[in-house]
Each structure stands twice: as structure tokens, then as C-alpha cells.
Nanobody, 130 residues
């Protein structure tokens, strides 16, 4: 059974930075090395939506709302993915979910709500105060 475990959430002030991590583990030989992985978030009272993704070779994709502020990275040898979040805003407040694999034709943002994702982490809460 595959598990995705997020860490790094917390309470910060607007303008601060935070780094989220996702560790993948599970079924023998099952890794996401050759698949895209990504982050989604769900703000209070809203649907879960795409935030950022990284392909197996390192191609990065971002939602317009976080472009220029967030950076996604991965370490295939360690089966981990990270999300560096800078210049945080109150509207970034949400539960952030690690997701894998992301399946898409040309752009992971095609699956904006993550309907085609097989595995999800339990989420980590990020709260940004003004």
C-alpha cells in the first residue's frame, strides 16, 4: 500500500516562508520516480485545487495564484517532494495535500481538481495570518 505523508505546515504571518515536504513509501518497488507528483490545497469552504506539480524529469507547473512565490522540487532517490512557499498571503491558508501520480496529456493543470489522482496524503494545514 502506498502512503504519502506531508509535513511542514503551521501558522505563519503574511510575508513569511514555509517549506512543505511529502514522503512517499509503500508497496515494494512502487515509487513515483517516473511519474509527476504535485500539491493541491483546500481552503475553508472551497474545493481542493491544483497548486504545483513536478514531472519526473523536473519540469515544474504552477497555478497562477502561486507562480513566482512557490517552488516545487523533488528528490527521486529519496522518494520525496517539497514545496517552498515564500511571500505567503492570508489567501494561501488551506490544507495542502501531496498527490501522486498526476496523469495528464500535456499539462497537469488539466486535472485542476485532482480527479485522476490515485494517491493522496492526509494533508497539512497552513495558516497565514494578516
Amino acid at each position: 500500500q502506498v502512503q504519502l505523508v506531508e509535513s511542514g505546515g503551521g501558522l505563519v504571518q503574511a510575508g513569511d516562508s514555509l517549506r512543505l515536504s511529502c514522503a512517499a513509501s509503500g508497496a515494494s518497488g512502487r515509487t513515483f520516480t517516473y511519474y509527476a507528483m504535485g500539491w493541491f490545497r483546500q481552503a475553508p469552504g472551497k474545493e481542493r485545487v491544483f497548486v504545483a506539480a513536478i514531472g519526473w524529469s523536473g519540469d515544474q507547473y504552477y497555478a497562477d495564484s502561486v507562480k513566482g512565490r512557490f517552488t516545487v522540487s523533488r528528490d527521486n532517490a529519496k522518494n520525496t517532494m517539497s514545496l517552498q512557499m515564500n511571500s505567503l498571503k492570508p489567501e494561501d491558508t488551506a490544507v495542502y495535500y501531496c498527490a501522486a501520480p498526476l496523469k495528464f496529456h500535456r499539462d497537469p493543470r488539466e486535472d485542476y481538481y485532482g480527479n485522476n489522482v490515485d494517491y493522496w496524503g492526509k494533508g497539512t494545514l497552513v495558516t497565514v495570518s494578516s
